[in-house]
């Protein structure tokens, strides 16, 4: 019979431990890594390539601001249904629209306000979504331009109406002094925001549903933006 002595034993269970710890570790090393190498590959992969047309008589324009993206629509290409309730006045030309988390929104007005709570709330728990609206009066020269045809702009139009959550009289749910300036305005929105379903995949998601050139997914600004520039 082998009798083990107490420090031997106490060596083994150390050694168990450290394993099962550093088995833990690449668990949360390989998550990260794995959804940034899924990402940039789902990202490089294209869809609705033939979408482009000499023909497409209309344009609209896409925008980021290093991490977000925009869809920008002339006001003359929004349809009645989606230009009802919502803010403007006669100088405005252009709406900027983009989706993201609620509390995301609404605390961080500058990526220098960014809390590792609130990322991880945004990422990984049940939340609430808004559509951020804001008015221009002209053209950046950062927009990129993006042509598309009659049927692409109605589908777009509509996935964006879609998005907007309405009250119980059917009118769009504006929250009220919420704007991180007076030239745009917050409303309630469709949908929940994951690290799946981000403000970057959802407009990407409009693009691929409307017809137009997008990625196959993408999480990333870069990721739809880079099909255009």
């Excluded at 106490?10 to 990402?39: N, T, W």
């Excluded at 979408?51 to 991490?67: A, Q, R």
């Excluded at 990526?111 to 609430?128: G, I, R, V």
């Excluded at 990625?215 to 870069?222: E, G, I, Q, V, Y």
Aim: proline residues 3%; glycine residues 6%.
């Amino acid at each position: 019979m082998c009798i083990h002595s107490p420090e031997k034993i106490g060596k083994k269970v150390e050694m168990k431990i450290l394993k099962c710890l550093f088995q833990i570790l690449l668990g949360i090393i390989a998550i990260p890594i794995g959804y940034l190498l899924i990402s940039l590959i789902l990202s490089s992969i294209p869809v609705n390539t033939d979408s482009e047309n000499p023909d497409d008589e209309y344009t609209i324009f896409l925008s980021t601001n290093g991490v977000h993206l925009d869809i920008i629509l002339p006001l003359e290409l929004m349809d009645a249904a989606l230009l009802e309730d919502l803010n403007k006045t006669a100088t405005d030309r252009y709406l900027a629209v983009g989706w993201g988390e609620e509390n995301f929104y609404l605390n961080t007005p500058q990526w220098s306000d960014l809390s590792l709570e609130t990322a991880f709330k945004a990422a990984f728990m049940d939340n609430t979504s808004l559509l951020h609206i804001t008015r221009y009066t002209s053209t950046n020269s950062h927009w990129i331009k993006v042509k598309l045809s009659k049927t692409e702009l109605y589908r777009l139009n509509r996935y964006i109406l879609d998005t907007f959550q309405l009250d119980s009289d059917g009118n769009k749910s504006l929250l009220l002094d919420t704007g991180y300036t007076p030239q745009d305005d917050f409303y309630k929105a469709r949908g929940s925001y994951s690290f799946h379903h981000t403000c970057n995949s959802w407009v990407n998601a409009g693009f691929r549903e409307s017809g137009l050139k997008a990625a196959l997914w993408t999480p990333f600004d870069f990721g739809l933006m880079g099909k255009y520039e």
